[in-house]
């Protein structure tokens, strides 16, 4: 039975809101502060943290008993970046964060790696017995008897690792053998040892010779999630770069090329703006990539650099707005893209309130629309879907940030300050 | 001094809030257990630590760490070390590596003086433990404590442990695979005792492991094995792992091969070496990655020892040309270093016939980094084929080096004149070379004019005191009359190190009066490195004493403080 049929026969899962963190408010009313920049679930699924543009990292926890649905509740909360001045150049650094990704727990401890703009921080958060001295008066030696107040998580900062990007980092992601992780700004990658702070290894540099030619910047990178020896990298120009960390120490030249020809006859004023990438990750499997353009999901198998096996349109309305989504520079949004834990199952976010979970052949396409009020709303999108978006569609409430569960069913979003869970 | 903190102080401040007041509490256990007592120490002291600090900050636990290794005689001597064995263990969770590593040294020093058959059983029972538990941290842990307990423990608790390893090295966790195969050349040094087959199994899972790390930990863990091995095992365990390795499709570890290949060719022998290992080099210096063409030519000096002119001049000899023109600087500057260990080997006809050209070209080679490649094969080169060929190439490279916008550059520029100076006679040194010695003496850059005054210390010890006295002196002292106060400095930097091959003639005739000009000079600072020159140089002028201490007293009343303060000083010294 061929992929295609296989999707077709199974049928698409029912998905249910099941939790909602925050409050319908007026997009002025929103604190800039508090808008959700960053979501990363942990390797086991039972933490999911949250990064804001305030440069705090926010912990939720599954405190359910119920194994096969998760159910979150706020743990704790850590001031991870603040904003900065670079001397040099004479600009504020900002604590945005931007990424964030687990390291594998061990014990009592969760390792998290946050970043913003240029420097990386690998924090752990430590579930502790806070314990205070009884004072005694003695005349003997005595040791310090300790009661226990309360029981706490200790956050303590692990690393940092310095300004070594010459420009803004927009990824970090770690290896799966849990020593290395790269980050990427928009012209280089980095290669880091998680224990070393002193240096960094540079593994793609797309800096042109003069920089007046430059005309692709990086827009993320990540590891495969079971080679430890294989990268994804996306670009502004619609390109995938495959780089293998054994083949060569300087993988510009020697990294697979995912790229479609380009059709002259459907070229416009906005192509080129369209066309690029806002995240690129590979399947759980590994088998294949999963890209986001503005309009497109494009699905690549590892052994096909020509052409993708499927170029599923997200919403096709949303050509017809071009436009306006240029004035009001909405065109320019980075939406994620997330895998499910089968790879059969893409998903992505959009604006209007909108995400889609999208299966790996196209057929089936489902939007979902959040609300305050817990109802699950979705509708699938036919192919050739159209119909007319009116002004009450709102850019503003846009989806830029969403993470799938590693091992279930199970999907958070992220809108504004308000973070949604759903679930089969 | 320190302030002396009283011991109740101290111990209520291992749990301080202030993290710095529990370091040094921490720091001062000894003390603490000290006041104590044995009996208190062991049945308090220590529990406290186990179940208190070691949730502790890293920087608490690594003073942890560092003082219980002294704590043997603490708790009561050798018979009651093992009370200290669980403080170890709970380090052993943290996954700080300054940590892991003091605890490791603390966990040896305990070790010494354990009794260790009677602490046997703790100890078995501290390793399984920590290769049992859910931590990753521990099992890493775990796999640098086994190889040095191992020999204390019985055979039936040694066998027990090596099953453990094996566990290891089988662990999903990645990290703690790589401790296993970083550690086992530990194990190997252990040979005949520990037990081989086993040893070897492991080495087979690891080679075919997906990690890069942990097959990059095999090479060094194969050559422990080859050392402690015949020949025969040599030949029929080693060599196979290792070529597998030198095929690996990961550029690093193939790079990690070819850094070892003279300990590979010393361990297994010239024949294996010629016949196996050669052709692996000959492809690594031509192959795709650049870093190993690098460790290639980095390497080549040392591996031609393994091989036969002929291998030479038919295979390496060829490719040559291909490396001077590689795209890279640092690999061309590698090539540029073997050209003196190949020209040692290859003899001095071929050397003229196939190095001479490429070395006189990479001479001219537009990045300094290159030309100063060459300097390292600069001596041996011309020692083989004679200096008269190179210097007519080497002139227009040090004219343009010693200029060079990099002050790097020029301190290297130092050394290249060095070497060729070593080389020429009076004349030589005289028409082609002062002029250089005399620019870098006098560089705006501190570091190429101390680079500068080193080089005529090295020049002056090997030329001897005629030449020097000749050729360095005049140099030096024609110093004194420049308008910059820091050039009229180098001249006293100069003396003091060329004094020691001075005739007492000269010093008389032409040092002192230098001095005696200088100590009146306009600049403080001059007039103060006068008294520090004498100081320095007074083992070699003892017979001038007086001279020198009439030109001392004239400094002592200087209105410079300094400079007065050295000059009584020396004058103390002098008297004395």
């Given at each position: 039975m061929g992929n295609h049929q296989m999707a077709q026969n199974m049928a698409f899962p029912e998905w249910k809101c099941s939790q909602f963190f925050g409050e319908r408010v007026e997009k002025d009313e929103v604190s800039d502060e508090d808008v959700i920049s960053a979501l990363s679930f942990d390797t086991t699924g039972n933490f999911l943290s949250l990064g804001d543009k305030a440069g705090?990292?926010?912990?939720?926890?599954?405190?359910?008993?119920?194994?096969?649905?998760?159910e979150y509740e706020y743990l704790t909360e850590l001031q991870s970046h603040v904003k900065e001045f670079d001397y040099l150049k004479s600009k504020e650094i900002d604590e945005k964060i931007n990424d964030i990704q687990w390291l594998r727990p061990q014990g009592n401890n969760m390792y998290i790696l946050t970043t913003n703009d240029k420097t990386i921080k690998l924090w752990k958060i430590s579930e502790k017995s806070i314990k205070r001295a009884i004072p005694v008066k003695s005349s003997t030696l005595k040791l310090p008897k300790l009661e226990v107040i309360e029981r706490g998580f200790i956050p303590s900062l692990m690393e940092v690792y310095p300004h070594l990007h010459d420009y803004s980092i927009n990824s970090v992601s770690v290896c799966s053998d849990g020593e290395f992780f790269i980050s990427a700004d928009d012209l280089s990658v980095n290669l880091w040892n998680i224990e070393r702070t002193n240096d960094t290894f540079n593994i793609i540099n797309l800096k042109p010779e003069q920089i007046d030619e430059l005309s692709e910047v990086i827009t993320a990178a990540n590891f495969h999630p079971t080679s430890?020896?294989?990268?994804?990298?996306?670009?502004?120009?619609?390109?995938?770069?495959?780089?293998?960390?054994?083949?060569?120490?300087?993988?510009?030249?020697?990294?697979?090329?995912?790229?479609?020809?380009?059709?002259?006859?459907?070229?416009?004023?906005?192509?080129?703006?369209?066309?690029?990438?806002?995240?690129?990750?590979?399947?759980?499997?590994?088998?294949?990539?999963?890209?986001?353009?503005?309009?497109n999901v494009k699905v690549w198998d590892l052994a096909n650099t020509k052409s993708p096996v499927a170029t599923i349109p997200i919403f096709e309305p949303l050509k017809s707005k071009l436009c306006e989504l240029y004035e009001n520079e909405c065109i320019f949004d980075?939406?994620?893209?997330?895998?499910?834990?089968?790879?059969?199952?893409?998903?992505?976010?959009?604006?209007?309130?909108?995400?889609?979970?999208?299966?790996?052949?196209?057929?089936?396409?489902?939007?979902?629309?959040?609300?305050?009020?817990?109802?699950?709303?979705?509708?699938p999108i036919p192919k050739k879907f159209f119909e007319p978006l009116g002004p009450s569609y709102n850019f503003d409430r846009k989806i830029l940030k969403s993470a799938w569960h590693p091992t279930q069913n199970c999907v958070a979003v992220a809108c504004m300050n308000s973070l949604f869970f759903y679930h089969v | 001094?320190?302030?002396?903190?009283?011991?109740?102080?101290?111990?209520?401040?291992?749990?301080?809030?202030?993290?710095?007041?529990?370091?040094?509490?921490?720091?001062?256990?000894?003390?603490?257990?000290?006041?104590?007592?044995?009996?208190?120490?062991?049945?308090?002291?220590?529990?406290?630590?186990?179940?208190?600090?070691?949730?502790?900050?890293?920087?608490?636990?690594?003073?942890?760490?560092?003082?219980?290794?002294?704590?043997?005689?603490?708790?009561?001597?050798?018979?009651?070390?093992?009370?200290?064995?669980?403080?170890i263990e709970s380090l052993c969770y943290n996954e700080d590596t300054v940590v892991r590593d003091k605890t490791i040294e603390a966990l040896k020093k305990i070790l010494a003086r354990l009794e260790a058959r009677r602490a046997e059983a703790q100890i078995q029972a501290m390793v399984k433990k920590l290769c049992t538990g859910e931590s990753y941290t521990a099992k890493s842990a775990a796999t640098y404590i086994i190889p040095i307990v191992y020999q204390s423990l019985s055979p039936s608790a040694q066998a027990e442990t090596i099953t453990l390893y094996g566990l290891l090295?089988?662990?999903?966790?990645?990290?703690?695979?790589?401790?296993?195969?970083?550690?086992?050349?530990?194990?190997?040094k252990l040979l005949p005792t520990a037990p081989e087959n086993e040893l070897v199994n492991m080495m087979k899972l690891f080679a075919k492991d997906e990690q890069d790390f942990v097959r990059f930990y095999l090479i060094e863990d194969l050559l422990t094995f080859a050392r402690a091995s015949n020949a025969q095992k040599q030949q029929a365990v080693a060599l196979p792992f290792l070529r597998g390795l030198a095929e690996d499709p990961s550029w690093r570890i193939r790079y990690g091969i070819c850094d070892k290949l003279s300990e590979i060719g010393s361990m297994l022998g010239k024949d294996t070496a010629r016949r196996i290992f050669f052709p692996y080099f000959i492809k690594y210096l031509q192959d795709g990655e650049a870093e190993l063409r690098n460790i290639a030519c980095?390497?080549?000096?040392?591996?031609?020892?393994?091989?036969e002119v002929e291998d030479v001049l038919q295979k390496i000899i060829p490719l040559l040309k291909a490396l001077s023109l590689d795209p890279l600087n640092y690999v061309r500057s590698a090539l540029a270093g073997a050209f003196g260990g190949l020209a040692a080997f290859i003899g001095k006809k071929s050397s003229n016939d196939h190095l001479l050209p490429i070395y006189l070209t990479m001479l001219r080679d537009e990045s300094p980094e290159v030309r100063v490649g060459c300097l390292a094969s600069l001596e041996e080169l011309s020692r083989v084929v004679g200096m008269e060929v190179i210097s007519q190439s080497l002139l227009p490279t040090l004219v343009d080096l010693v200029v060079d916008k990099s002050f790097r550059i020029r301190v290297a520029a130092c050394d290249f004149v060095c070497v060729f100076a070593k080389t020429l006679s009076d004349d030589e040194f005289a028409s082609k070379l002062s002029k250089f010695v005399v620019d870098l003496i006098n560089d705006r850059i501190f570091a190429v004019r101390d680079a500068a005054i080193k080089c005529l210390r090295n020049l002056a010890e090997i030329k001897g005191s005629i030449w020097t006295e000749?050729?360095?002196?005049?140099?030096?002292?024609?110093?004194?009359?420049?308008?910059?106060?820091?050039?009229?400095?180098?001249?006293?930097?100069g003396l003091s190190v060329i004094i020691a091959y001075l005739s007492s003639d000269a010093i008389t005739k032409q040092v002192i009066p230098v001095l005696q000009v200088l100590a009146r000079d306009q600049v403080a600072n001059v007039r103060m490195n006068v008294g520090k020159t004498i100081a320095s140089c007074f083992n070699f002028m003892r017979d001038k004493s007086e001279v020198l201490s009439k030109i001392l007293s004239g400094m002592a009343s200087d209105p410079d403080v300094d400079v007065a303060q050295v000059a009584r000083d020396t004058l103390e010294a002098l008297s004395s």
């Open positions: 705090r990292l926010i912990v939720f926890k599954n405190i359910s008993k119920n194994s096969s649905r998760p430890n020896n294989l990268i994804v990298v996306a670009s502004s120009t619609g390109v995938l770069r495959v780089a293998d960390l054994r083949v060569s120490s300087k993988c510009e030249k020697t990294a697979q090329i995912f790229a479609e020809a380009e059709d002259p006859a459907s070229k416009n004023f906005f192509t080129e703006i369209i066309c690029s990438l806002s995240d690129a990750v590979f399947s759980a499997n590994g088998k294949y990539i999963f890209a986001r353009d503005f309009l980075k939406f994620s893209i997330s895998t499910s834990p089968c790879s059969n199952y893409i998903l992505t976010g959009l604006f209007n309130n909108n995400f889609h979970i999208l299966d790996r052949t196209g057929d089936r396409n489902m939007q979902f629309e959040l609300n305050y009020s817990r109802r699950t709303v979705v509708k | 001094m320190a302030e002396q903190i009283p011991v109740a102080v101290l111990i209520e401040e291992l749990k301080s809030e202030n993290i710095k007041k529990r370091v040094n509490s921490v720091r001062q256990l000894s003390t603490i257990a000290g006041a104590l007592g044995k009996d208190r120490t062991r049945t308090e002291l220590v529990p406290f630590l186990v179940s208190e600090l070691v949730e502790d900050e890293d920087e608490v636990l690594a003073a942890l760490a560092d003082s219980i290794g002294d704590f043997v005689d603490l708790v009561g001597g050798p018979a009651y070390a093992v009370s200290l064995l669980p403080v090295g089988k662990d999903e966790v990645p990290s703690v695979r790589k401790a296993a195969s970083l550690n086992l050349k530990d194990l190997l980095l390497r080549m000096g040392k591996f031609v020892a393994f091989l000749r050729n360095l002196l005049p140099l030096v002292l024609s110093q004194q009359v420049k308008t910059n106060y820091l050039h009229r400095m180098s001249t006293l930097f």
